[in-house]
């Protein structure tokens, strides 16, 4: 798991005039880290729902810290997520670091720094080192938005990273008073499980549950804590965009089933009403803005708003089949919103604009990108054959055995996504080649084997997702077991609903 | 006839202090009959070694304590000596900025802009009565926190604060801004110690003793008239707020942390701030403990509006030593609630936070020392604009000085927060937490506000320039930048450090 800090090292100690080397020795990292990640994969034991992979070291014992790893089958895909996107996001945007206000060099290591950070913040066992990582990992995004971006990055990136540290900071005051309470019941302690044995008052626990689920919702972003995403998306670079919408984004989600749902079960019962209500809003809130929107990058911030609504219904509707479908969601999400930027980068890059407007009949002059893009799209509506499709499906099952009316609601959120994909598809790739567009040029190699496996994944997962789910079900239903919850309808075996 | 009995002292645990006070009087010595060709190198190395010296008594004392060191005027405990420790620490590298001299004037008595001050700067000479002044602040601070009794005290503050007046008013440049902020300065500093005094009379009154275990046992007695206690303590804390710039005393700081030289802003911004909290530490914990139910109330709503006034107000300045000013009375606050805590991990947790703040302080000082352009330092935030371009390192250190106030993980202050609220949230001050994590994100906008101007916008080209630091310099930058990271990632040797040390004696 160390990995990527010594080819961060390693990168920082190129001299600045080699950047082409800067570029391979970051990509050769990422892809020995992938490799690694995948042969981990094959050692996990799908059917234990223990911790695997433990490691703790002490870390500041005066505290009760420990460097504590350790994986179950949620985390497990999501750290496959963060490094099977991370070799394709460098060789998506080889050249993406030119022009930013520092060197090609520079770029490189914060990426590596950040894709050790998302690897730790997932593998995190230990609240503390949890926290180290959410935080910590605020500073690379900051610089790689404000230094490589386009635009208003510094303003981008000063919003995104002071939403970041004020629900940072709410969360380390939920984490004070967990240190506090459990030093009064036996012994200071960072432990997820120990922390979860804790006794709380409703009133505190409700209150704690607060501190972390705000910090959470502003990651990922649910209504109305999303501000700060369609600027950031817009002003990064699309490399970028794919890491902080396709896996950075993802920690507040994968927080909400770790922490809140483990660490709080009474209060994440009690809030449930409330943030189904909130996930619902940010669905079709997010779609009605994506339809409105006249860029691309802008596009599919919204977009996203509209799926991270998606997954928050999966895990707060409580039962097993939402938490694989919304766990599921999230590594597909990676997958779909990492095509859509990484082409619409290519697209914006090529034509010199992101707006919708000024492109038109790409399908003509550049055929390839043309159905990549289509491809990826129609994956982000959900349709069936590809990997999305699966994930929403489980979801609004999950969720129609308990919430049915939400499920209702949300399904129309399906609705707007064929708007609001297929609108923007049909204006820029459709009909007549307009003015500026006639000379633009397909992908080419390079950018053919970026993108390639990224739609293969969606197309192998949409037809047979069950290698991923095997390994997630037993968690999800394990994490809504330990808080404390049954299915609604135990007829539906888990494994059933899927195929 | 009263018999005089010789005062019997423990020459070996006041070792620190008075090899201090003796190199002290050892550069005056050397200012009246050296040359001033050799008189700036053997200030220097004068002052350098006799820190260095005093520092390894410390080591040497480390685990000693006792109370009878001095004829019970001075507690020689494990915070004493953490505390003595981390005022020398700070010393060295606050000399190793001092010893530039292009920020000092060189004959401070010439008015300023007249014939003789031009005479002076031409004749190339150099200022060297800083470095006395500069031992006889240290010898003060490092008696301030382990006095015991009311009139050492005293003594121990005028001590430290004398010097500061006149160290204040040496600028080179702007020197009547130096010298206004030395006379404000001076006039408040008598105040706070006229306030001081006069609690000290009514803690007598009270008690009828000065020492701080009298006036324990006459709190705990309960006899004694509680009016006298209360207003007692009152102005005395008047008087000691007043030194760490808390709301609302703290109308001096950012005056004088603008005015005067900044090698000695960045000395007295890291090592007043250790001693005069460890002076509070000391009898709040100790004197006052009992008392609690009177004071903690009035401290809590002090800490409170100095979190959030100094963060507020460090909103919109456009200076950056102004800045940091008021973002020294932010931190003042975050300290006072390690103060209300009063149980062992708020002890620990302050003298942690003291000397990781002291340390990532004259570090952004040092680095404020280094932009310059023709007519001394520039401190416009707005011609910071591009520094990262113009110096990549200095702009990236100056950066993680700035996270670390901030509280971002993986550094110092990030450490030295989390265990300053926790210990408050233990004490069940569960307002102060909230206020304090509030107020932290405030603060951290005006910290990135700089990062965004050092980073991401464009050069300013109106001369500014990073110049090359001295070797001293570049070893404070280097050395404090080190401590701040190194004691955000592997903080446990030294925390465990302090928390096995740090038991205060009565």
Redesign the interface.
Same mark, same amino acid.
């Given at each position: 798991m160390l990995l990527p800090v010594l080819g961060a090292v390693l990168v920082s100690t190129l001299p600045k005039a080699k950047e082409l080397l800067a570029k391979q020795m970051a990509f050769a990292t990422t892809l020995v880290v992938a490799v690694a990640g995948i042969a981990m994969a094959t050692q996990f034991q799908r059917d234990n729902v223990d911790l695997q992979f433990v490691e703790s070291h002490s870390w500041i014992p005066t505290f009760g810290i420990n460097y504590a790893l350790g994986i179950d089958g949620i985390a497990l895909v999501l750290i496959l997520l963060s490094v099977l996107l991370a070799p394709i996001v460098v060789l998506a945007g080889w050249n993406e670091a030119v022009g930013g206000r520092w060197s090609v060099k520079s770029f490189y290591v914060l990426m590596l720094i950040l894709e050790t950070m998302m690897i730790g913040v997932f593998a995190a066992n230990d609240v503390f080192l949890f926290y180290v990582f959410f935080e910590a990992m605020l500073v690379p995004v900051y610089f790689l938005i404000g230094g490589y971006g386009s635009g208003a990055r510094a303003a981008a990136a000063v919003k995104f990273l002071l939403y970041s540290l004020f629900g940072g900071l709410l969360m380390l005051a939920s984490i004070i008073a967990l240190y506090v309470i459990s030093g009064e019941q036996g012994g200071h302690t960072f432990d997820i499980s120990a922390l979860a044995q804790l006794r709380l008052s409703s009133t505190t626990e409700n209150l704690l549950f607060l501190g972390f689920f705000i910090a959470f919702a502003i990651k990922a972003p649910l209504w109305p804590f999303h501000t700060w995403l369609p600027d950031a998306a817009d002003a990064a670079t699309p490399g970028t965009s794919v890491l902080l919408l396709g896996v950075l984004d993802k920690v507040g989600t994968f927080g909400m089933i770790r922490y809140c749902l483990e660490l709080f079960p009474h209060a994440s019962k009690t809030f449930t009403p409330v943030i189904i209500v909130l996930a619902v809003i940010s669905i079709i809130y997010g779609a009605f803005l994506a339809i409105g929107q006249k860029d691309f990058k802008r596009l599919i911030a919204f977009t996203s708003i509209s799926h991270f609504g998606f997954i928050t219904l999966g895990i707060f509707a409580m039962t097993s089949q939402g938490h694989s479908g919304a766990t599921l969601y999230m590594f597909n999400h990676g997958f779909s919103t990492a095509a859509l930027f990484l082409i619409a980068g290519w697209m914006s890059s090529r034509r010199g604009s992101s707006k919708i407007a000024d492109f038109g009949g790409l399908q003509r002059v550049t055929p390839i990108m043309a159905w990549a893009f289509f491809f990826a799209g129609m994956s982000s509506l959900a349709l069936p054959g590809l990997s999305s499709f699966v994930s929403e499906f489980l979801v609004l099952v999950g969720t129609y055995t308990r919430y049915p009316v939400a499920a209702v609601i949300a399904a129309f959120g399906i609705v707007l996504a064929a708007l609001y994909i297929l609108l923007p598809i049909q204006r820029a790739l459709h009909g007549p080649t307009t003015d500026g567009n006639e000379s633009l040029t397909d992908l080419n190699l390079r950018e053919k084997i970026a993108i390639a496996p990224v739609l293969a994944v969606i197309l192998v997962l949409g037809f047979y997702p069950s290698p991923l789910l095997n390994v997630i079900n037993p968690a999800a239903a394990h994490s809504i077991a330990k808080a404390g919850f049954t299915d609604p309808l135990s007829s539906i075996d888990s494994k059933g609903a899927t195929k | 006839m009263i018999a005089f009995v010789a005062p019997s002292l423990s020459y070996s645990l006041l070792a620190p202090i008075l090899i201090v006070l003796g190199g002290a009087v050892l550069t005056v010595i050397f200012e009246a009959f050296l040359s001033k060709a050799i008189r700036p190198i053997a200030q220097l190395s004068v002052t350098l070694g006799t820190l260095v010296l005093a520092l390894g008594q410390v080591w040497r004392i480390r685990h000693e304590s006792s109370m009878t060191a001095a004829m019970g005027s001075v507690a020689i405990d494990g915070p004493a000596i953490l505390l003595q420790a981390s005022v020398l620490i700070l010393a060295v590298l606050g000399v190793f900025l001092i010893a530039d001299h292009d920020h000092f004037t060189v004959v401070a008595a010439t008015l300023p802009g007249s014939e003789e001050e031009l005479a002076s700067i031409r004749s190339g000479e150099k200022l060297t009565e800083v470095y006395p002044l500069t031992l006889f602040a240290v010898a003060g601070m490092m008696l301030f926190p382990i006095a015991t009794d009311l009139i050492t005290l005293f003594v121990a503050l005028e001590m430290l604060s004398l010097p500061l007046y006149l160290m204040a008013g040496l600028s080179r440049r702007r020197r009547l801004m130096s010298q206004e902020a030395a006379l404000k300065y001076f006039l408040l500093g008598a105040f706070s110690s006229a306030f001081f005094l006069f609690g000290a009379a009514f803690l007598y009154g009270f008690s009828g003793s000065v020492s701080l275990a009298g006036i324990f046992e006459a709190v705990s007695g309960g006899t004694g008239n509680s009016v006298f206690l209360l207003i007692g303590i009152i102005f005395l804390s008047v008087g000691l707020l007043f030194k760490v710039g808390a709301v609302p005393f703290h109308a001096w700081t950012p005056d004088v942390y603008q005015g005067a030289p900044t090698p000695v802003t960045a000395f007295m911004a890291a090592a007043t701030k250790v001693a005069a909290f460890g002076a509070i530490l000391r009898i709040f914990y100790t004197s006052f403990a009992n008392a609690y139910w009177d004071w903690r109330p009035i401290l809590t709503v002090i800490a409170i509006i100095t979190m959030v006034f100094g963060s507020l107000v460090a909103i919109s300045q456009r200076d950056i030593k102004r800045m940091l000013a008021y973002s020294s009375i932010a931190h003042a606050g975050f300290l006072l609630s390690g103060v209300i805590a009063l149980n062992k991990a708020g002890l +620990?947790a302050s003298i942690f936070y003291l000397f990781a703040y002291g340390i990532a302080t004259l570090g952004a000082f040092a680095v404020v020392t280094l932009v310059r352009d023709s007519a001394g330092e520039v401190t416009d935030l707005n011609r910071w604009a591009g520094l990262?371009?113009r110096s990549?390192f200095i702009a990236t250190v100056f950066a993680t000085f700035l996270?670390a106030f901030?509280g971002? $993980?993986?550094t110092s202050g990030?450490?030295g927060k989390?265990?300053i609220?926790?210990a408050a &949230?233990?004490s069940g001050n569960?307002l102060i937490? @909230?206020v304090g @994590?509030?107020s932290?994100?405030i603060a951290? &906008?005006f910290y990135?506000?700089v990062i @965004?101007l050092m980073?991401?916008?464009d050069l300013a080209e109106d001369g500014t320039s990073v110049i090359i630091p001295s070797i001293l310099t570049r070893a404070t930058i280097v050395l404090t930048f080190a401590i701040t990271i190194f004691l955000g990632v592997f $903080?446990?040797p030294f925390? +465990?450090f302090i928390?096995s040390t740090a038991i205060f004696i009565r």
């Open positions: - | +620990n990262g371009k990549p996270l901030a971002i $993980p993986l990030f450490i989390f265990s609220f926790s &949230y233990e569960k937490v @909230v @994590v509030l932290s994100a951290a &906008y990135i506000r @965004v980073f991401f916008t $903080p446990a925390l +465990n928390s």
